[in-house]
Nanobody, 119 residues
Framework: QVQLVESGGGLVQAGGSLRLSCAAS????????MAWFRQAPGKEREFVAS????????AYADSVKGRFTISRDNAKGTIYLGMNSLKPEDTAVYYC????????????WGQGTQVTVSS
């Protein structure tokens, strides 16, 4: 049973930084892709960043390029999202997801962590 547990959200002023963590357990993740998505009130869930577990290859949404960094710690089974230069529009619940690299749909999700950026 795959489990994903996010942490690290909170309240921060615009221009500030946060680091989110997502601890994964329940299987080996070689060949999988893990990602961060976010959902603001009244909006659909949107892609933020992803990382291939085996190669560490990252991908980012245009809205966060240059500000956010996704990384992983294989030994800890954890991925991170470093967020700098935060903007009020980054306010959302951030979710961690996982899928086999060869598929398009994320099969497991964490419970989410709230990030609130005040202006």
């Amino acid at each position: 049973q795959v489990q994903l547990v996010e942490s690290g959200g909170g309240l921060v002023q615009a221009g500030g930084s946060l680091r989110l963590s997502c601890a994964a357990s329940g299987r080996t993740f070689s060949g999988y892709t893990m990602a961060w998505f976010r959902q603001a009130p009244g909006k659909e869930r949107e892609f933020v960043a992803s990382i291939r577990w085996t190669t560490g290859t990252p991908a980012y949404a245009d809205s966060v390029k240059g500000r956010f960094t996704i990384s992983r710690d294989n030994a800890k089974g954890t991925i991170y999202l470093g967020m700098n230069s935060l903007k009020p529009e980054d306010t959302a619940v951030y979710y961690c997801g996982i899928k086999p690299a060869w598929t398009t749909s994320y099969s497991h999700w964490g419970q989410g962590t709230q990030v609130t950026v005040s202006s």
